[in-house]
């Protein structure tokens, strides 16, 4: 089913929302990858914990990598998900 956040892009494929992030600091810039391009992508989940400035506070971050779950340093992750609900698909509500 299609998931809540997901949209079609011109070739048909689904994609979903990531917030940017560089540094460690989760920006405002929102890019939206197919499932194959957010695999080569450190994606954090998004109710990981943010200062003020929106700077990633743990050391460790549940992320995904490659398809596997992980965890990494704040400085690797590349993206992060919009929404803790990004991942659930509508015929779940």
């Not at 929102?30 to 499932?35: G, P």
């Not at 003020?52 to 993206?79: L, N, P, W």
Request: overall charge negative.
């Amino acid at each position: 089913s299609l998931a809540t956040f997901a949209r079609t892009n011109s070739y048909g494929f689904l994609e979903t929302p990531y917030r940017k992030v560089i540094d460690g600091v989760v920006t405002d810039e929102v890019e939206y990858l197919s499932a194959i391009e957010e695999g080569r992508y450190v994606v954090a989940q998004a109710n990981i914990t943010l200062d003020s400035e929106g700077r990633i506070i743990e050391e460790q971050v549940a992320c995904r990598h490659k398809g596997d779950a992980t965890f990494m340093r704040a400085a690797d992750i590349q993206y992060m998900d919009v929404s803790p609900q990004q991942i659930i698909s509508v015929a779940a509500s």
